[in-house]
Structures are given as structure tokens and as C-alpha cells.
């Protein structure tokens, strides 16, 4: 048994190896950490939000082995061993990804809050499908909540996006 | 608009702006995660980290306050309850009752705020939270403003003695020789329950340091000054000695201003000489604010050609147990009651009334969505007992071009009251709306054997009318810098319509200089710009005419150095492109700033200011109309009930769109936000308790919900008061929705449904396929 | 936040068992974590132990073995809902795989965690259930094998013991020509409604017939009086038959007014989608007679 019954103190760490964005970090993590403490808080890349912390809004989602994941609800020690990409690592240097460039000349986000979950989302469909309909984006991304209405210019991007990745011969370039 | 035979409508053709404009500032930041909302900023070195002490009850008597096992607690640093009260006061209304930052003698909602507790970690300052034992007695709740206002329910605030928060009238002429002579009266009674903002970043987050003579603040608010003046006046220091950053902000919609946790951290930053660090949970943000749940009882008499002759109308508001915003919002209730129609008689009366639920305060489109869902219910009932179609009614009945509305209004008012002339034709907006869905504005007509369909659709059509924004003041400073780039100093939050592109766009208009090499500031207020908020339609008005006026001073001082160095007088200097111009020669800014002594900055300063009368016979100065249409399609699933938009269209006229983008996105984004509402949202009050304070149980528009078919119609109509003749939109879209919908309801299966959110159950209900709902 | 506490992670079921029965109350069992996670960051659950099952190989897997398809209790919802032998052998379930939560859920979740967290608000059990599916489970005493259908016993309440976990799902595919249907509607972010049905025609009527329902009642079920009903039924008796059927559904699923809707507005959707089953199963059947 844990000794104190107000669980305040972290009673086991995990050693924790992974590539987040293509570089590697590596640390002792707290068992009950998750994945979004330590990707904002260790590794400082601030850009997955802290939104609803239940599993619902995806403002925290990230890539795991190109899997769309919850990470406010993923404990950072399943994270060893695998790849990560983080909205920070979707664009290649200076070159923003074709989703990045639909984003902006779309409009297609506002506040900005939900937005690199929806990128992420995004790149992970088109990944899978880079001509994809309307309700099959609808379907893809309905755990992206944007509360400042998005939406259409969202669906958009996707689909102008779809179609430069087409051009350029296949959607596993970037990101 | 070109007609586009496969849709069955027209197709929206985008402006030429849309191809040439400029992307907005602020998104390369935000696709690639470098934008920053408070979570984001670097903390200060020795932070503390606050949690609250709520009450779980939405009534209840505070026994005592035990602090004892909490404070125990190793880590643990600092608390503020009633019992920690000493010299602080918050004098928020004149009335006593509403005077403090915690709970005194009672909790009034569900997650009131008793306490704070701070920490050197968050883990312990949550678990010293739980660690707070407190002594309820609890009391009955009261849930609607109906039994608040029932002659004998019991005060919410004893010292007040009664539950009515507020009362207002607006009325002319006869109501009741109005009835007399109309040819058929129509009555019926609309309504909207509580429902919350919901932006994705949480509510109420804040950094606050007291821990010099300056009170500094990090918080994300849509209003710097408010968060300033509200603190200067409770901790009795002057406004130069609070300073406000606000950073991106994740979505606001009116829930994020000053709060009561906000001033709390302050105390407690002081108390402790260390920053406090307070983040709200998800399921916290809930109790931050809410939208007023309103009952709009109307009554309408009319000729039998359909002309309106009188119009009485009583709304009930639900104000929460607090009183902020409350006079506006009331009076918003009254002088929206007759929405955009030309009523000869008219009497509206609005009430107020404290209960015990998240205090309600401003919403995108405050106090409007509300009372224009019922009168455009209302009227639609009226046209349809008529016989008449949706559309010929609204073209015989709402208010002219070129006629001014009527005399009175309440206090505190932005509603369409005014006597200056309507610059738009109805009409002629209303049809382009009903175009753009393939629909000419009348009733769809049902053959029988429809009824056994599985599918119905319905069309809907409903119109909405701003009087531009409520008052305020802008400051601006524009200042240029020795690489040649101006940088604008300002106070108007982002928080996600393009408040600094807008800003962007027209000082590189007004100056002549590309938007490349214009820098938009953030909000700080140590510069002592001060600025109304962004919020109520006002920032491309507003901030856009100071920074505007700020340019044309800079401008100025430009176009005399230019005269200086090169020759010539000022007049005969132009500026293009960022490139100084007179007879030939040519000097760029950037080589004329470097030309010019380290001592001489090139600076304009710019001020704007909309003040005066709401109402009344003389107007208000500087405001403008600001009209919206919606019409929406929808289709009805008869054996289950489900409703699906299956095309919408919005209309806005912005006088002259400053980024097109940006314009669609507030037209679309906020008919999405009155989606939500129109089909899903609602908070629950019952057994006592705010039943559904968290994700799982709060439906927010996804994507999905959205048809394919959303167009935005812009105009560039009518020229406003803004920069280059804008007006303001953001908030012209949201309160057609429902009504919209609720009329295509009507439209698809004969009946009228009266309270929102339109779910499922309630069409099956009306359908006659399940018994009506119990009360 | 949630709470500290340690992990063990064993390698085989015996071994986890054994942790489970070591640790007793203290522990849980912890797969994908999608459900468990949420309830611990809320300070719902505050478990001392997390057993990790994620490290045993014979807990993933899915093996079509000639008979049954055979499902891991750590496959994830996102591996049900694209692997072609889900699709070929029980695509009922697979159909039910791609409606859950969202694409982070179903990359997360396990289908195993999702039965044994017995949330009625579910979309696998349903459909499993006409299926005749059946789990294994496996404590210090060994595994057992018992269907779904005694497997489920209320909201969060399985036929697991303390110390036991489940490890398979064994899927039998419908026999030959009987045809499929899911139907689910959902209100907020979990199913509100949902029906199965498999058929087997003959001659455009109903030969053989299975149904379950599920997020109403405390647990997913099958209808089996129902059932028999319909039996020897054309589509539009069969229809009529169902509509009239809202006194059995509601001494069977005992509807609860909640959020989501009405007693009675629960009933009348799942009648509507277990009509909408049962003639998209029969639409599906190999017998094609029955068309309309």
C-alpha cells in the first residue's frame, strides 16, 4: 500500500525514452504523469492545449506512432520507446505543411485554441486519405471541438490540402 | 450571385478581396503552436499555485469554515475565506447584498466560491482544497426567474428582501386600442434555458503578482481596463498602479472578464508576498458565467392584411445569483422585445430576477439572441395563422428604409431604439438570404400523403437588427521605428476575430505602408491606452477609428520630415506602398526614419469615442445599423425525431469589409455558436444541484453538424462609421439561428415548437408520437 | 490530476492474476486506460495499483481460427475497426468499432476494457451480443469461459471476481446468408440508443432471428421473447409487431428519465432502431426475396 493516504507524493517513477518531432529526450517520469504534462512541462513545447481534459475537445491531441491520442488522458510512461509529433513538428524547418498553409489562408481557426489538435487530426487523416468527402472529414474529426465555429473553412483546408498532397504524389512528406 | 442549377440555388460569389488580402497575422503562430495563451507563459520563478473551496450546494446557509486539516498540510501556504476577510471589500453594485468576493453568509449556486487555498505545488493546493471542511445548512433552491418572482418565494438576499434584480418598460402609443382594433390576436410564450460559453481554453485562468506597489496581472479577459478599474477599486489603489497583460485569448464569447477568483489571488499574492497561479478545471469553467435564460411571452395584434398594430411583451430574465450586467441585459430585453418590426403600439416590460445558478453576464450578442428568438417565433406564428407567407409578412412589417424608430428605451441600451434612419432594405437582403438556399421566402407546401415519409423537410427564415455596439473608447498609438516598421500600441484582446489583423490592415491603408511592415502590439496596459473590450461588435468601429486617427497623425509627422529632408511642403508628399513620393523623387520610410536624428521619434496618437444616448429622439453618435438574415433548411427524421440542417445561408452588411476572411469567419462562427444552443445546449438545474458542469454532458456543435451547404452572403452595402466606411458584424448571425430553425420547424411539420434547444424528443412530442412531457 | 500510484506490469495472464489477487482492492486493471484514466483524474478512482496489461503478447491478437474470430482483451477499437478478418467474419462488430467516441478514443481504448467497464452507454456489447459471443476470463484459478450475455450483469458490474481478468473475445461470425445491422443515435458523445440484429430469411420472412439493445437498461441484452415473435414474419409484420412491443421493452430495459431524454423517448427510439435493424439485417440476408 501507498504509505500516505493523501497520495500527494509520487511513489514510483518510470525511466521514459522517446523522440518527440524527431529528437530524442529521455527523463524519469512519474507513473501518473500524462503524456500532455510532459510534453508542455519537460520537454516545453507549449503548443498541445490543455482543453477538457476528457477526451472529449481534442485540443491536447497529439501523434504516438502517427496515432491520434488523447494525451491528457495517456500516462507519459507509455510513451517510452515511441515517436511523437507535436503540432511544433508537423512543418519541415520553415516550410509549413499543406494543412498549415490551408489553415491560414482559410481562416480556419480563430481564437487558435483548438487549432493544433485539428492540425493534427488533420495531418493523421489525409495520411490515410488524402481525398477525402465531407462526412468522412466530419467523421474523422468529430472529437475536434471548436467552440469559435471553424468548421467550414476547416473542412476546406482538409480538402485543399488532400488535393496539393495528391499533386505532390502521396501525403507521407511531411509532418 | 450566379445561379448554380445543381444546388437548386445560388452560389455566393466570394469578393476580389478574398483573393488579394493578406493572411491574418496572428495564424502562422497559431498552425504552429508558438501562440500563447496563459498556460503558455513562462511562470514567475517563485509561483504559487491556488485551488478554490466551492460549495457543492446551490442554496445553503455557511455554518463554518474549518481550515485547520488543510492548513496542516506541508506545502501548504496561504487561504482566504470570509473568516481570512479583513480590510477587503468589493463594492461591485451599490447594493450591499452583492458586496463580497467570497461567500459570507451563504453559498447562492452550485460552485460558489467560498474560499481559495494556496500551495507550493497544484497537487496540494487541490488536495488542501478537499482537506477544507466546511458546515452547510442547506436551504431550498430556486431555479427560475418565474419562482423568484412569485409573491412569496423567499429572498436569495435576505438584506434585499425580494428577487427582482431589475425592471425596465419601453413602450408608445396604445396597446390596448391597438388590440382593439386588430382583426386577430396571436399570443405565445418562447424560451431559452441557461447555457454556457464553453470556449476550449478554460475560464478564469490568471497569474496574479502583488508584490510591489503595482498590481500585475496575467489573465486572459477580452476587456483590459475592466480588470484594471475593478481592481483599483477594490484594493483602493489608483488605475496607473494595475498593470494587465492579456495573451491570446482561447476563445471568450463573453466568459472571460474580471472574476471573483481573480481578485482573491490578488489578496492572497499580497498576503503572501509571492505570485498566485490559479487554472481552472474544465468542469470549473462551467461556473464562471452563463448566458441569461430568458421567457419571452408575447402577444401581437394584427389586421387581417397582416399589418402589426400592437405588440405586448413580457420577459421573464434570469439573471443567477448575481447581479452583473443585469440593467444592460434587462434593457436589452425590452428594446429587443419588438426585434426589427415597425409596431405602432407597443409595450414591453422586462424583469430580472436573482436565482440560485451560475451568475448569468454577457454572451456574444448579449442580451438579443434571446428576446429575438421569441419575436421572430412570434411573428412567424402571426404570418402563418394569417396564411400569409414568411417572407411577404416580414417585407410588410419590419421597419423601412429610410424610417427611424420610435422614441423611449431603457437604460443602458444598444438595442435597435434608435430614431436615425434604417439604411438597409429588408426586402432586398431577405431575398438574397432565401436565394442562396434555392427557396423564394414562402411556405412549403406538404402534400398528405407526406405523413407517412420517414423524412420532412422545412424552411426558415429570420432576420435580426443590431443598433452597432455599445459605447466605449479607443486609444491607439502608433509609433515608427528606426527599421522602418510601425508599431501600433493598443489594449483590444485577440481573442480570435482578427482584432490585431484588423488593426494591421488599416494602418497599412492608412499610412500608405505595407501590412509587412506593421507590428501589432499586445495588450499591456502600462501604456494607458484605454479601450472598451473587445466585445459587442465594437473593435473594427472603435480601435479601427483610433488607430486609424493615431495613423493620420503619424502620417502626418512622416509627410513633414519627408518635406524637411527632401524638399517640398508635406502636401505634396505621398506615400505608396511604403514609398515616399513628390515629383519624381522617391524615398522610402524606412530610408527616412534612418535620415533623422536618434532623438526624433515619429509617433501619431489616436483616439476614438462613441458616447451619447442609446435612445432617444436624438440618436446615438456614431453608431450604425447592423442587420442579419438567415434562412436554413432542415429535414426531420419522424421516427426518431432528429433534425438536420441541411443548408444554411447567413447575410451581414459590413459597409466595407477590412478582411474578408475574418468577416466570414465571424458570420459562420457565430451561426455556429447559435447552432449549438438552437439544437444541443442546455444547463441543467434539478434535485437541487447544476447537473451537467462537465464535457461529457454538454453538447457543443461538431463538425458533422454543419452542412456542406453554408454560405455567407457580405455585403458592402451600406457604409458605416468605421475605418473606410466598416461596420461591425460579429454578432449579427448568432441570434437568427434559432428561430430560423424553429420556423423551418413549423415549416416541415405544422407545429411550433416554443423552447430551445430543439431536441428530439421535443418534435416527437409535438409530432404526437409521444405524449406531451410532463411538467 | 491524478493521483500517484505504482504499476506493476506483468508479462502473462498468470502472472497479472496473481498480482491482482496479491494486491486485492488496491489495484485495477489497466489496458488502454481510456475510461480508467478519466475516472482517476477525477478523483473518482484512486487506485494504489495499476495492473499494466499491456505488456502480455497473448492479449492482443486478432485470430480468425477457422471457427471463431478470436479478439484480444488489449485490441484496440481502432484495430477492430480496420482489420479485414473483423470485417469478412463479424463485420456487426466492426460497424459498432468505427461509431465509437472519436478516432483518440478508438486509437486508446481496448475492447476488452470497454466490456469490462460495463458502461450501458457502449457500443460493442450490442452488437457482440447477436453474435452469442463469449469471453474468457482468467484468475488464480485459472480461465473460464462464459458468454457476454452472463458476462454482463448491470451498469459497471461484470462477472468478473476480483482477482480476475478478461483476456479474449471470442466471436462466432453469423451463420451463412443471415445478414447484419447496427443502429445507434447519439445525443451528447457517447451512444444514447442502440439495436443489433442478425437474421436468417426465408422466402422474404423471418426464419431465425437475434436482437439486442443496449444504453437503455442498466446492461446491453437480447430480446428473446421478441425474438420468437418474429419468427415466420414478413418485414412490415415484423415492424407492426415491434412498434407494439413498448410494454415488454420497458419491463425489459427499465428506461430511466435522465439528460438524455424521457423514459418513454428512449423506448420509442429503440423501437425505431430495432426496426430499422431488423429490415437493414434482412436486407442484408443471403435470401433475396424479401426486397420490397
Known amino acids: 500500500m501507498i504509505g500516505s493516504e493523501l497520495r500527494l507524493q509520487t511513489v514510483q517513477t518510470a525511466p521514459v525514452s522517446l523522440m518527440v518531432n524527431g529528437q530524442p529526450w529521455s527523463g524519469d517520469v512519474p507513473v501518473e504523469e500524462v503524456l500532455l504534462d510532459l510534453i508542455r512541462s519537460r520537454i516545453g513545447l507549449t503548443g498541445t492545449k490543455r482543453g477538457c481534459e476528457s477526451e472529449v475537445c481534442g485540443a491536447c491531441e497529439v501523434l504516438v506512432d502517427g496515432a491520434p491520442v488523447s494525451s491528457c488522458n495517456f500516462l507519459a510512461f507509455e510513451a517510452n520507446g515511441r515517436e511523437h509529433t507535436t503540432i511544433e513538428g508537423v512543418a519541415d524547418g520553415d516550410q509549413l505543411h499543406p494543412v498549415q498553409e490551408a489553415f491560414i489562408r482559410n481562416v480556419a481557426a480563430q481564437c487558435g485554441y483548438c487549432t493544433s489538435g485539428q492540425i493534427m487530426s488533420a495531418v493523421a487523416l489525409l495520411r490515410e486519405n488524402t481525398s477525402p468527402t465531407y462526412e468522412e472529414i466530419a467523421q474523422w474529426m468529430v472529437g475536434n471541438i471548436c467552440r469559435c465555429g471553424c468548421y467550414p473553412a476547416i473542412a476546406r483546408s482538409i480538402m485543399e490540402a488532400g488535393e496539393e498532397l495528391r499533386a505532390k504524389g502521396g501525403a507521407n512528406g511531411q509532418g | 450571385m450566379a445561379r448554380d442549377e445543381r444546388r437548386g440555388g445560388s452560389r455566393v460569389e466570394e469578393p476580389e478581396l478574398a483573393r488579394t488580402e493578406r493572411p491574418r497575422v496572428d495564424l502562422r503562430s497559431k498552425v504552429t503552436g508558438q501562440a500563447q495563451y496563459l498556460e503558455d507563459l513562462p511562470e514567475p520563478s517563485n509561483v504559487t499555485y491556488a485551488a478554490t473551496i466551492r460549495s457543492p450546494y446551490s442554496h445553503a446557509e455557511i455554518v463554518s469554515i474549518d481550515v485547520s486539516r488543510a492548513m496542516a498540510l506541508p506545502g501548504v501556504l496561504g487561504v482566504l475565506t470570509r473568516d481570512q476577510l479583513d480590510e477587503y471589500e ?194 470549473e469553467s462551467f461556473l464562471s458565467t452563463a448566458r441569461h435564460a430568458m421567457t419571452y411571452k408575447g402577444k401581437v395584434g394584427l389586421k387581417a392584411d397582416g399589418t402589426v398594430v400592437a405588440l405586448d411583451v413580457d420577459v421573464d430574465v434570469d439573471t443567477g445569483s448575481r447581479a452583473n450586467t443585469t440593467e444592460t441585459v434587462n434593457g436589452q430585453a425590452t428594446s429587443t422585445a419588438r426585434g426589427a418590426y415597425s409596431v405602432p403600439n407597443l409595450r414591453a416590460r422586462a424583469r430580472s430576477a436573482f436565482t440560485n445558478k451560475v451568475s448569468a453576464a454577457h454572451f456574444r450578442n448579449t442580451g438579443k439572441s434571446q428576446p429575438q428568438f421569441g419575436v421572430e417565433m412570434l411573428m412567424d406564428q402571426a404570418a402563418r395563422e394569417l396564411g400569409i407567407d414568411p417572407i411577404d409578412f416580414k417585407a410588410k412589417n419590419l421597419q423601412q428604409r429610410g424610417q427611424g424608430l420610435a422614441a423611449s428605451g431603457p437604460r443602458n441600451s444598444t438595442g435597435s431604439t434608435s430614431s436615425a434612419a434604417l439604411d438597409i432594405d429588408f426586402p432586398t437582403i431577405m431575398k438574397m438570404t432565401v436565394e442562396a438556399i434555392g427557396w423564394d421566402g414562402r411556405a412549403s407546401q406538404h402534400p398528405s400523403e407526406e405523413s407517412a415519409e420517414r423524412f420532412v423537410r422545412g424552411r426558415g427564415l429570420a432576420v435580426s437588427l443590431r443598433r452597432g455596439s455599445a459605447n466605449g473608447v479607443a486609444s491607439a498609438l502608433a509609433v515608427l521605428g528606426r527599421d522602418g516598421e510601425v508599431s501600433i500600441s493598443h489594449n483590444a484582446p485577440d481573442v480570435g476575430g482578427g482584432e490585431y489583423t484588423m488593426i494591421s490592415v488599416v494602418a497599412s491603408r492608412t499610412l500608405g505602408i505595407p501590412q509587412s511592415q506593421i507590428r501589432v502590439g499586445e495588450t499591456d496596459t502600462s501604456n494607458q491606452l484605454r479601450y472598451g473590450g473587445t466585445s459587442s461588435q465594437r473593435t473594427t468601429v472603435h480601435m479601427g477609428n483610433a488607430v486609424n486617427d493615431a495613423c493620420e497623425h503619424l502620417k502626418t509627422e512622416i509627410l513633414r520630415a519627408a518635406a524637411r529632408l527632401h524638399g517640398g511642403r508635406s502636401e505634396e508628399w505621398q506615400i505608396d506602398d511604403g514609398v515616399l513620393q513628390r515629383n519624381g523623387t522617391r524615398v522610402t520610410v524606412t530610408d527616412l526614419v534612418r535620415a533623422l536624428p536618434e532623438s526624433e521619434t515619429l509617433r501619431g496618437s489616436g483616439f476614438y469615442e462613441q458616447s451619447g444616448s442609446p435612445q432617444g429622439a436624438g440618436g446615438d453618435n456614431n453608431n450604425y445599423w447592423s442587420p442579419g438574415v438567415a434562412a436554413v433548411e432542415i429535414e426531420i427524421d419522424r421516427q426518431s425525431g432528429d433534425i438536420r440542417v441541411v443548408k444554411y445561408a447567413a447575410l451581414a452588411d459590413a459597409g466595407t469589409i477590412m478582411h474578408y476572411h475574418s468577416a466570414r469567419g465571424q458570420i459562420e462562427g457565430g451561426a455556429i455558436l447559435g447552432l449549438g444552443s438552437t439544437l444541443f445546449e442546455e444547463v441543467h438545474y434539478a434535485e437541487g444541484q447544476l447537473l451537467n458542469a462537465d464535457p461529457f454532458q454538454y453538447r457543443l456543435p461538431q463538425l458533422g453538424d454543419v452542412p456542406e451547404d453554408f454560405q455567407t452572403i457580405i455585403l458592402e452595402a451600406e457604409k458605416g462609421p468605421g475605418p473606410f466606411g466598416a461596420k461591425g458584424i460579429a454578432n449579427t448571425s448568432i441570434g437568427c439561428v434559432a428561430p430560423a430553425v424553429g420556423n423551418a420547424i413549423y415549416d416541415a411539420i405544422g407545429v411550433r415548437l416554443t423552447s430551445i434547444p430543439f431536441t428530439p424528443e421535443k418534435i416527437l412530442r409535438a409530432l404526437g408520437t409521444l405524449p406531451p412531457a410532463e411538467e | 490530476m491524478v493521483s500517484p500510484f505504482r504499476v506493476v506490469t506483468p508479462t502473462t495472464v498468470p502472472e497479472a492474476a496473481a498480482e491482482m489477487e496479491r494486491l486485492g482492492d488496491a489495484a485495477r486493471i489497466y489496458a488502454g486506460g481510456a475510461e480508467l484514466l478519466l475516472l482517476m483524474r477525477n478523483g473518482l478512482l484512486e487506485p494504489d495499483y495499476l495492473v499494466n496489461i499491456k505488456q502480455v503478447p497473448s492479449l492482443h491478437g486478432i485470430n480468425w481460427d477457422g471457427h471463431v474470430l478470436r479478439v484480444g482483451a488489449a485490441v484496440t477499437h481502432r484495430q477492430l475497426e480496420r482489420d479485414p478478418q473483423v470485417h469478412a467474419h463479424a463485420p456487426t462488430l466492426g460497424e459498432a468499432e468505427h461509431h465509437i467516441g472519436n478516432i483518440r478514443v478508438r486509437t486508446q481504448g481496448t475492447l476488452g476494457g470497454n466490456l469490462a467497464f460495463a458502461d450501458p452507454h457502449a457500443d460493442p456489447g450490442t452488437a457482440l451480443l447477436v453474435h452469442d459471443a463469449s469471453v474468457t476470463v482468467e484468475g488464480p484459478r485459472g480461465p473460464r469461459q462464459l458468454l457476454l450475455d452472463d458476462f454482463f450483469v448491470s451498469t459497471y458490474e461484470t462477472a468478473l471476481e476480483p482477482d480476475e481478468l478478461l483476456t479474449e473475445v471470442q466471436v462466432p461470425p453469423l451463420p451463412f446468408g443471415w445478414g447484419w445491422a447496427y443502429e445507434r443515435i447519439e445525443r451528447f458523445y457517447r451512444p ?101
Open chain 2, 90 to 283: 468589493l463594492n461591485l453594485s451599490p447594493e450591499p447584498w452583492d458586496r463580497h468576493f467570497v461567500c459570507i453568509d451563504r453559498a447562492r449556486f452550485d460552485g460558489d466560491l467560498v474560499g481559495m487555498i494556496v500551495a507550493e505545488d497544484l497537487r496540494t493546493a487541490r488536495k488542501a482544497a478537499e482537506l477544507v471542511d466546511v458546515e452547510y445548512e442547506i436551504l431550498p433552491p430556486i431555479f427560475s426567474a418565474a419562482e423568484a418572482l412569485a409573491p412569496d418565494a423567499p429572498p436569495i438576499y435576505e438584506e434585499k428582501g425580494d428577487n427582482e434584480a431589475a425592471i425596465s418598460h419601453m413602450g408608445w402609443g396604445d396597446v390596448d386600442a391597438g388590440f382593439a382594433e386588430a382583426d386577430l390576436v396571436v399570443e405565445g410564450t418562447f424560451t431559452c434555458p441557461s447555457i454556457f460559453h464553453h470556449p476550449i481554453e478554460p475560464c478564469m485562468s490568471v497569474i496574479a503578482d502583488w508584490t510591489s506597489d503595482v498590481i500585475e496581472l496575467w489573465t486572459p479577459s477580452n476587456n483590459a481596463f475592466d480588470v484594471v478599474d475593478m481592481n483599483a477599486q477594490v484594493f483602493g489603489v489608483q488605475p496607473e498602479q494595475v498593470r494587465v497583460h492579456i495573451p491570446y485569448v482561447g476563445g471568450n464569447f463573453g466568459a472571460k472578464h474580471w472574476t471573483r477568483e481573480m481578485l482573491v489571488a490578488v489578496a492572497l499574492s499580497s498576503k503572501l508576498g509571492r505570485p498566485v497561479k490559479y487554472v481552472a478545471m474544465e468542469e
Open chain 3, 192 to 292: 444514447t440508443v442502440n439495436a443489433a440484429a442478425a437474421i436468417a430469411a426465408n422466402d422474404g420472412r423471418i426464419a431465425e432471428v437475434r436482437l439486442a439493445v443496449g444504453c437503455v437498461g442498466p446492461r446491453a441484452l437480447r430480446l428473446r421473447e421478441l425474438e420468437e415473435k418474429l419468427q415466420g414474419l414478413n418485414l412490415a409484420d415484423a415492424k407492426r409487431v415491434i412498434g407494439e412491443s413498448s410494454e415488454y421493452l420497458v419491463e425489459q430495459l427499465e428506461p430511466v428519465g435522465d439528460l438524455l431524454g424521457g423514459a418513454d423517448y428512449k423506448i420509442h427510439v429503440t423501437g425505431v432502431l430495432l426496426a430499422r435493424a431488423v429490415e437493414q439485417a434482412l436486407a442484408r440476408t443471403g435470401d433475396r426475396d424479401d426486397r420490397q
